[in-house]
């Protein structure tokens, strides 16, 4: 019986990651824990300065951004993997009684426990390499494809590369174009170009 449940958990990867992250007991309570839907986080902006050449002609450049991602030894728990205990908040029971004021009466309620998020298991010891914050810090690499024909303040996007939060999808990097002031041509009207050139009556004629 227990190879057979052992062999289950092993080619189950939902179960496979319970097992990781919480351990036998977390397993055992498998039916209690539940997907839930997150709501996407906020963009985060930031200006880049280009030329005028780079806008007309193209251009790669590498920028380098420092954002907090979920901590990938504890998935985002906060805890040490596997070594949990009952939920001191709840008593292992993943609920708890809150008291509400609904049309001027107080009653109680059953909510999910706060604490264990309706687990009723908790992390006996803070994950070694977050300290329990559930994030740590990412230096990554994102490549600007500034494509031919871009204009000043045109955006682009990076899907999904904004800071991770364990209860929140990641919303996304957005790079802004600035252009900045050319020495000659000082409009720009769709693909065109416009420079006003001072002559003398000489030249003219």
Do not use: W
């Amino acid at each position: 019986l227990l190879i057979n449940k052992a062999h289950e958990t092993l080619i189950d990867p939902e179960k496979r990651e319970i097992y990781d992250i919480y351990g036998e007991e977390g397993l055992n309570k498998e039916q209690n824990i539940r997907a839930q839907q997150k709501q996407k986080g906020p963009n985060y902006k930031a200006d880049v300065s280009v030329s005028l050449d780079e806008l007309y002609n193209g251009s790669r450049r590498d920028m380098s951004i420092s954002k907090n991602v979920i901590c990938p030894h504890c998935h985002g728990t906060g805890g040490k993997l596997g070594k949990t205990k009952q939920c001191p908040h709840c008593q292992g029971r993943g609920v708890t009684m809150q008291v509400v004021n609904m049309m001027g009466f107080q009653m109680q309620m059953q909510q999910p426990c706060p604490h264990c998020k309706g687990k009723g298991i908790a992390f006996s010891e803070t994950c070694p390499h977050c300290g329990g914050s559930k994030l740590v810090k990412e230096q990554k690499v994102l490549t600007i494809e500034i494509e031919k024909g871009m204009k000043d303040k045109q955006e682009i996007v990076f899907p999904r590369e904004g800071e991770q939060h364990p209860d929140m999808l990641p919303g996304d990097f957005i790079v802004k174009l600035n252009q900045r002031k050319h020495h000659f041509f000082h409009t720009r009207i769709g693909n065109d170009l416009k420079a006003d050139i001072d002559l003398n009556l000489k030249e003219t004629l």
